[in-house]
């Protein structure tokens, strides 16, 4: 009776000892790249939020639009009122960005969540950024409502409102990062969602108030708020000569604050996600 060689035999058919081991016959797949999987999970949470998150994108852009009617009664332009404009536009941005993406974190934690994203193979700042970037997205329209009928109200120019194309991703990724960092690094749920409508109101008093009302230890704290520089760069397009060389200064403050927040952001996930 004729018999086959073990090297051409199927892996598993082979007889103990007479091939290569099993981990070498069937090698893991290679890690997934960190763009295709920034772009899936991008699509998965901008999916997951569409139906979720609409409703309180409403209730933030009609909380914005609220206060500038409110500030409308005691401020009637100027500075003032391209600070209030410029404020009331960017807490749509802290309002989802921050608030909102604190709490998400923050229940994945708790609930195990985390673990699902830990199975996967990719990247942990792909995570990240996709979730961020998401809930970042879903500011957009509320953001160019808000700043609109701000400056219908008033009567402020619309010409220079295409700098919200650099101010909405950038103080969106600043405040994405911080929100995202918050409901990671908190040791309970409800923490965390403390701590991001915290750092809404933040946003809110700091923001919305022109900064020279504000006493000096409290403008000192305006100036370590991410959004600061996005609020500052929308505010100063609203005047009728803009410093565009200031307002660069402000987006690039933004910028370094938003791929920093995110750094960290990473990190607090690696460090949730092992434990």
């Known amino acids: 009776m004729s018999t086959v060689p073990a090297e051409v035999l199927p892996t598993a058919a082979r007889p103990a000892g007479t091939g290569e ?5 069937a090698p893991l797949a290679p890690a997934a790249r960190l763009l295709p999987s920034l772009a899936a999970v991008y699509r998965a949470q901008l999916s ?18 609220g206060i500038m009617v409110l500030m409308r009664g005691v401020v009637d332009g100027g500075s003032e009122a391209r600070a209030v404009v410029a404020g009331s536009s960017v807490l749509v941005v802290a309002f989802v960005a921050l608030n909102l993406l604190a709490q998400y974190f923050g229940q994945l934690r708790a609930t195990g969540g985390l673990d699902h994203y830990a199975t996967l ?8 950024l996709g979730a961020a970037g998401a809930y ?14 701000g400056s ?13 194309g650099a101010v909405v991703p950038l103080a969106g990724a600043a405040l994405a990062g ?54 500052e760069a929308l505010a100063r397009t609203f005047a ?11 987006l690039a403050v933004c910028g370094v604050v938003g791929v920093l927040s995110l750094a960290v952001a990473t990190w607090a996930y690696r460090r949730a996600a092992v434990r």
């Open 121 to 128: 193979p990719v990247p942990p700042a792909a995570v990240v």
């Open 178 to 231: 911080l929100g995202a960092a918050l409901g990671l690094l908190a040791p309970r749920q409800e923490l965390a969602t403390l701590l991001g409508q915290l750092g809404m109101s933040a946003a809110l008093l700091l923001g919305v108030l022109p900064a020279e009302r504000l006493p000096g230890p409290i403008g000192w704290a305006r100036d370590l708020l991410p959004s600061t520089y996005g609020v």
């Open 48 to 65: 997951r939020a569409r139906v979720a998150r609409i409703p309180l994108l409403f209730v933030a852009t009609f909380q914005s639009v």
């Open 240 to 250: 009728p000569h803009p410093d565009w060389v200031a307002v660069a200064r402000d």
């Open 136 to 149: 970042a997205s879903f500011t957009v329209p509320g953001t160019v409502v808000t700043a609109v009928t």
């Open 152 to 164: 219908v109200l008033f009567g402020l120019p619309l010409g220079h409102l295409w700098i919200l």
């Open 21 to 25: 081991t099993e981990d070498a016959a």
